[in-house]
């Protein structure tokens, strides 16, 4: 791999470079025109080919919402660029030998779908590989294995703690690979059987860092709250909450820690970070007990 993530401006920037055997003017053609387009791209684009043309993005199958964007920079047969909604698309096309260098780009405020979009632009690149050499495009499910990749690769696993006016608050935001429903399985027990507030939180919501108490909250399948506790008396809290992300479900994971205890947000970072890497990898492996 050797796609990059990068910050800039305050929106994040992914990077992608494929050599591929083919004269820039037929790659041209197959990332401009709507005929070519349709075999690799996401979704269908009817579009002005002029600099200020609009495009309008249509998902087949009702896969997504149809969506409007305009063109920012055309320079054939060197760069193509274009909004997307609220992301920006820039290609650019280099000679490189018999061939070309296609340098792709996809700016985005929404940091933790960074791993969703790469695992989604490299299938898409690649089958537009496979359609400028002619061969058939392969469809594979390596999607989830190569979300994980990227989720490794550009640090995303890693939580953040921000201070409050009582403590601290250790916070992780993970875009997972499976619905919302599964995810809810995994951590709660199906929505008929989820446990009720007062009740013990159930073990695969707990990570073992610090003894879980009752739970304070539960709205199938979106929250679960409970308290934690420390010399057997409530001292925080821990929260999971579930919303539909771009693959699968968003998971916003957050645990209060009071000043009195401050080595603790050093341990919660850690022993979360550990407990979503298996929590991903049971989902991968559509584990549901």
């Known amino acids: 791999m050797n796609e990059t993530l990068i910050t800039a401006d305050g929106r994040s920037i992914l990077r992608f470079e494929r050599r591929l055997a083919h004269p820039v003017e037929k790659v041209w053609r197959a990332v401009t025109d709507p005929a070519h387009l349709s075999q690799w791209f996401p979704s269908d684009m009817d579009l002005d080919l002029q600099p200020g043309g609009k495009i309008r993005f249509v998902f087949r199958d009702g896969e997504g919402p149809t969506l409007d964007g305009t063109i920012t920079d055309l320079d054939p047969p060197t760069v193509f660029a274009y909004t997307w909604g609220d992301s920006h698309l820039r290609f650019e096309l280099w000679p490189d030998g018999d061939g070309c260098l296609l340098i792709f780009?996809?700016?985005?405020?929404d940091r933790p779908s960074a791993a969703s979009f790469a695992a989604g632009w490299y299938t898409c690149l690649k089958a537009l590989a496979m359609v400028l050499d002619g061969k058939p495009i392969e469809v594979s499910d390596e999607w989830a294995e190569l979300h994980e990749s990227y989720v490794e690769a550009f640090g995303l696993l890693e939580g953040t703690v921000e201070e409050t006016p009582g403590g601290w608050t250790?916070?992780?935001?993970?875009?997972?690979?499976?619905?919302?429903?599964?995810?809810?399985?995994?951590l709660a027990g199906t929505p008929a059987d989820a446990p009720a507030a007062g009740e013990p939180a159930p073990p695969p919501s707990t990570s073992g860092h610090a003894p879980a108490g009752a739970i304070t909250s539960v709205e199938p399948p979106a929250l679960l709250e409970y308290q934690w506790l420390y010399e057997d008396e409530p001292v925080g809290q821990v929260r999971w909450e579930l919303s539909d992300g771009p693959g699968g479900a968003r998971l916003v994971l957050t645990q209060t820690v009071p000043a009195r205890l401050p080595d603790h947000r050093y341990t919660a970072l850690t022993a979360w970070r550990t407990h979503l890497k298996r929590l991903a990898g049971r989902l991968r492996a559509g584990s549901c007990g």
Request: glycine share 0%.
């Open 105 to 109: 780009t996809h700016t985005f405020d």
């Open 170 to 186: 250790v916070r992780f935001e993970r875009q997972l690979t499976r619905p919302v429903a599964q995810v809810w399985a995994v």
